[in-house]
């Protein structure tokens, strides 16, 4: 593609106002999550609730909600280019593979090859919700095609960030145009402790909020809280999803996602491919972006680059002057893409054009084009079919491929019949940037036969690609254009073992070719599209996904994902002009692949402080005497060993023992131990069989032990006396139906008996958001009764997550959506739970600012021996800092504002668990940023 001048992107620049994507045809038949692989895990302060027709979980969302189309980036794979003679090859090697939890009913195949690479968006259900601890999978009613990450991420033994992996400022963002410079962490070697802010008082209108006491910040725990040295891999997944070049500058993007959350990367080389970083990414007031975003395409040139992918919001979309560098612009940015779906997009000499397509019906049998035009890439223009009036006889039309050579661009695109078979395809071309467009004919020399083109640019114009066959041999026929509108036979590839050609990629570099071949992608590399050479091959194999190609100087680089059948792994296979292989290892890069260290609750028994989590997709528990110096537990191998993606999530201590439950691919997870160290299944445990079945807390009291959660529609319990059996809880008052399910998220054992907590959808509630809190009170954890409480003041939607007492004392905690955001609530009672009432949780503002209030939630909580401890988060998603709240009654709440590492600062800071150690309190949670997070550990003397 031809680069041209055009505006520099400024970073700080005011973004215009106002932000979401879409879907083709039905995919090949074996396409969707693969059986068996566990849904996506939710955040314990934002789970919604069981079983809803309605796949968006309640209040799930920190802004508008948008209902995202099934799959909004993905495109079929290409038609049969001769259908009556040719078979298709032996192996997929290109895009025919969907992302991680895509799902849609088998449709027929309308066979090889497809021109593009994969560039459908579909975010696993948890990245709706903020960066949050990872939680049972999600809920669905049983035999619901449910999100299936692919399962983990690139081995080796994980590298080890503990101690600060970043500087971060004492109060962030408390002086306009400051700009902190990150330090990004590789494998030896870590920078120096940021300093912990001094402490301060801000006086708002609310009364005092409070600055941390002058003691020792939070710690970075990532080698306290290690990976298994022993696993094979680090327990989460990583992919890449597009690459694009200009000159020796190439960009990779994709991403990782664990349990609960997708972390989009940019990865970035400067030397042509042959050693790429991980790219920094900031919003346009350099802060953190928030977890949850996918960049899916990308292009640019000469001083100006633009992204596109998605995000909890809709569309995401980011800028950069160079590729180095990124922008992650604010949502209103993407609100002019709506709910249609991105296919590609291209740079042009006026700036920007994005193809894709829109479906009035939202299933895209109606499908017709859509055009994106961008100056910058900050400002978008849709075009609709009525102006671009792009149509083909036989069926709906999407939109596939574009290049662009100065203002010039063509774009390929098909109809599909009911059957999501192609019967039509064509080339339309646009001499104005993308505004408008008419259809140009792009002939079928000797031995070409069906629908199927390859399209791309480089400096001298355009140039397309068909399959061919003669009685010997497959090949390729490349056809060239100077303007897009008269395109005459260039050159042919000829190469041993073509099975179809996959993708043409144009740069000022040259072009070069995927072709599809058995057990191998061929690579062919031209200068002008005439005479082709043999770039190098690529193993190749059901488990590897093509997705993107770039070409430079002196490589040829693909970005793809391999599961490899136990995780996914992020690829990128550099060949050089030679074919010679140019060894880049994604998981080698700092801060591309991180491992998997969870650690979601801490608790408390006689003389042993217990926590719990996972590593390395396995659940882990670590124990401590001091709360200081921790050992993970040497024997948990048949307890949390299995094969299958597993996390432990609470964790309680009684007279029999301890009891930490959790889940096991998508099963419950119950496993018991004597002394903490070690574990084993919860015996006589069975969460029985009614669709979807999670446990989500666990209690101990004088009569036994108690697991809550949700069992199909209902509220789930589970009483042991001893350890030993198990028996479900029961009572008409858990039981829910498919339109006003019920669902338990905390319980505690107090003088009166047990008290759970959760949530219950109100089919009387029209129109509007139906889950509301909801208590149920037990004597003896088996006969449980309902007790319905009111929204929280101001709430659209809310219900509890967490629970602590004191003597006769409870309190319950949860996070309300309302119409500005996500707010903290609590309810206390004096009587073990029979009435409520409402406590109002003080201003929470990071720095005093009051607008912080619309974005908090609560994340722990706990009984100290001088009253309460709420902890939670003030701020939106990517700088998110520690909240706690302080009560001596449950009635009156005073909040402070921790500052220090692991705390605040730079990116986001979470305590998921709270206990006491003596006269001190004891927190875990996570410290992350866009280079990836690690878990904290603090103990602090009790406020």
Do not use: C
């Not at 579909?122 to 095609?145: I, W």
């Not at 020792?216 to 992919?239: I, N, S, V, Y």
Request: aromatic residues 6%.
């Amino acid at each position: 593609m031809t680069g041209h001048d055009m505006p520099e992107d400024e970073p700080n620049a005011d973004p215009p106002p106002d932000d979401p994507w879409a879907i083709p045809p039905p995919p090949p038949v074996g396409w969707g999550p693969p059986s068996g692989a566990p849904p996506a895990a939710l955040p314990p302060w934002a789970a919604p609730p069981p079983h809803t027709d309605d796949p968006t979980p309640p209040g799930a969302d920190d802004g508008p909600t948008h209902e995202a189309p099934a799959d909004p980036w993905r495109i079929p794979p290409q038609p049969p280019w001769d259908p009556a003679h040719e078979p298709p090859p032996s192996a997929v090697t290109a895009t025919d593979a969907p992302p991680p939890g895509f799902y849609e009913p088998p449709g027929p195949n309308p066979g090889f090859p497809p021109v593009s690479e994969t560039t459908a968006f579909d975010l696993p259900p948890s990245a709706t919700s903020p960066r949050s601890t990872p939680r049972p999978p999600a809920s669905r009613p049983s035999g619901e095609p449910g999100y299936n990450p692919a399962q983990w991420a690139p081995g080796g033994p994980p590298s080890v960030y503990d101690e600060p992996w970043r500087r971060e400022s004492a109060q962030r963002n408390a002086r306009a145009g400051l700009r902190l410079r990150p330090i990004l962490i590789g494998v030896a070697g870590l920078a120096v402790a940021g300093l912990i802010a001094a402490g301060i008082m801000v006086l708002t209108k609310h009364g005092p909020l409070h600055d941390t006491p002058t003691g020792p910040a939070a710690r970075l725990a990532g080698a306290t809280f290690a990976p298994d040295p022993a696993a094979k891999t680090d327990g989460r997944d990583q992919e890449l999803l597009g690459v694009a070049s200009a000159g020796s500058i190439v960009v990779a993007i994709g991403g990782e996602t664990d349990t609960a959350d997708y972390r989009g990367e940019f990865l970035v080389s400067s030397d042509g491919g042959r050693s790429f970083r991980l790219a920094v990414v900031r919003t346009p007031d350099g802060a953190e972006p928030g977890y949850g975003d996918t960049p899916r395409v990308v292009a640019g040139s000469d001083g100006a680059w633009a992204a596109l992918g998605g995000s909890h919001t809709g569309t995401a979309v980011w800028t950069s002057r160079d590729g180095k560098s990124w922008i992650r612009q604010p949502d209103s940015t993407g609100a002019v893409f709506g709910h249609d779906k991105i296919t590609r997009v291209a740079r042009t000499a006026g700036g920007f054009v994005a193809i894709g397509d829109t479906s009035q019906k939202g299933d895209y049998s109606d499908a017709v084009p859509v055009v994106w035009l961008s100056p910058d890439g900050r400002r978008w223009e849709r075009l609709g079919n009525d102006q671009l009036k792009m149509s083909l006889p036989g069926g709906p039309v999407s939109l596939i491929d574009v290049a662009a050579h100065g203002n010039i661009v063509i774009a390929y695109g098909w109809a599909t019949n009911g059957k999501g078979q192609v019967v039509k395809d064509a080339v339309w071309r646009s001499a104005d940037g993308g505004r408008s467009w008419a259809v140009v004919d792009v002939p079928h020399p000797k031995g070409t036969a069906g629908p199927g083109i390859a399209i791309s640019a480089t400096p001298a114009g355009f140039v397309a690609g068909r399959n061919a066959r003669s009685k010997s041999e497959q090949y390729g026929v490349v056809l060239a254009s100077v303007d897009g509108s008269r395109w005459q036979p260039a050159g042919e590839i000829h190469l041993p073992g073509y099975g179809g050609l996959q993708r043409l990629s144009g740069s000022d570099r040259g072009l070069a070719a995927v072709i599809g071949g058995d057990k191998k992608v061929v690579i062919a590399r031209s200068e002008d599209g005439r005479v082709w050479q043999n770039g190098g091959e690529v193993p190749a194999s059901s488990a590897r996904t093509v997705e993107g190609m770039a070409v430079t100087a002196g490589a040829t680089i693909l970005a793809a994902r391999e599961d490899d059948g136990q995780d996914t792994n992020a690829v990128l296979a550099v060949r050089d002009t030679l074919g010679q292989e140019v060894p880049v290892d994604v998981s080698a890069i700092p801060g591309a692949a991180r491992p998997d260290q969870t650690v979601t609750a801490v608790a408390a028994g006689a003389n042993t402080r217990v926590a719990v989590g996972g590593t390395n997709g396995d659940g882990a528990v670590w124990t401590s005497s001091d709360g200081t110096h921790w050992t993970r537990a040497p024997d948990t191998g048949q307890a949390l060993g299995r094969p299958g993606k597993q996390r432990l999530i609470d964790v309680t201590a009684g007279r029999a023992g301890w009891l930490a439950v959790g889940y096991d691919g998508t099963r419950p997870l119950a496993v018991t131990s004597a002394d903490g160290a070690g574990w084993h299944p919860a015996a006589g445990f069975d969460p029985g069989s009614d669709g979807h079945v999670a446990t989500y807390a666990a209690a101990a009291g004088t009569a036994g032990y108690v697991i809550v959660g949700e069992s199909g529609y209902s509220a789930g319990t589970w009483f042991s006396p001893d350890l030993r059996s198990w028996r479900p809880g029961g009572g008409d008052d858990l039981t829910g139906t498919k339109t006003a399910n019920r669902w338990m998220r905390g319980v505690v054992a107090g003088p009166s008996g047990y008290v759970a907590v959760g949530g219950l959808s109100d089919p009387a509630v029209k129109d509007a958001p139906q889950g509301r809190p909801a208590v149920w009170t037990s004597a003896d954890g088996r006969a449980w009764t309902v007790k319905r409480l009111p929204q929280p003041s101001g709430a659209l939607e809310g219900w509890f997550d967490k629970v602590a007492v004191k003597g006769g004392l409870l309190v319950a905690t949860g996070t309300a959506t309302t119409a500005y955001g996500r707010t903290a609530f609590a309810f206390v009672s004096s009587d073990g739970g029979g009435s409520w009432q409402e406590v109002r949780l003080p201003r929470t503002g990071q720095g005093g600012a009051d607008s912080s209030d619309r974005n908090s939630a609560v994340t722990a909580v706990t009984a100290t021996p001088k009253g309460f401890v709420i902890a939670g988060t003030a701020g939106r998603p990517g700088r998110t800092d520690v909240v706690l709240w302080t009560s001596a009654d449950g009635r009156t709440w005073a909040a402070e504002s921790p500052h220090g590492t692991g705390l605040s600062g730079r990116g986001d800071q979470r305590l998921t668990g709270l206990t006491t150690q003596g006269s001190d309190l004891l927190a875990v949670g996570v410290s992350a940023d866009h280079t990836g997070e690690q878990p904290t550990l603090w103990r602090r003397p009790l406020p």
